[in-house]
Nanobody, 132 residues
């Protein structure tokens, strides 16, 4: 069974940076991994994903500011967040979802975490708060 535990969230001022970490256990070789977020009263939003071949994909809202990476040796997924804005405030989750042919990891993640009965796994989340 895949288990994921997020850490690294916190409160920062606009323009600041944070690095989120996600400790992964279990076999994720056939999964796409990444991050999604959810703000109060809003739908879950895919933020960044990594395909099984290492290809990354990002939401337009974070492109150029966020970087996702996977350290296989440490079994840890990261999300480096720079130039943070108040609209980035949300609970952030790392996730492992089945990859699907023809769509990016971000698309697979975004669709899966919105399912009533998802196929993937995610952790408890870590809160990111950005003040203006």
């Amino acid at each position: 069974r895949v288990q994921l535990v997020e850490s690294g969230g916190g409160s920062v001022q606009a323009g600041g940076s944070l690095r989120l970490s996600c400790a992964v256990s279990g076999n994720i070789n056939s999964y796409c991994v990444g991050w999604f977020r959810q703000a109060p009263g809003k739908e879950r939003e895919g933020v960044a994903g990594i395909d099984s071949d290492g290809t990354t994909s990002y939401a337009d809202s974070v492109k150029g500011r966020f970087t996702v990476s996977l350290d296989n040796a440490k079994s840890t997924l990261y999300l480096e967040m720079n130039s943070l804005m108040p609209e980035d405030t949300a609970m952030y989750y790392c996730a492992a979802v089945p990859c699907r042919v023809g769509i990016t990891a971000l698309q697979a993640l975004t669709e899966d975490v919105r399912l009533t009965i998802p196929w993937g796994y995610w952790g408890q989340g870590t809160q990111v708060t950005v003040s203006s």
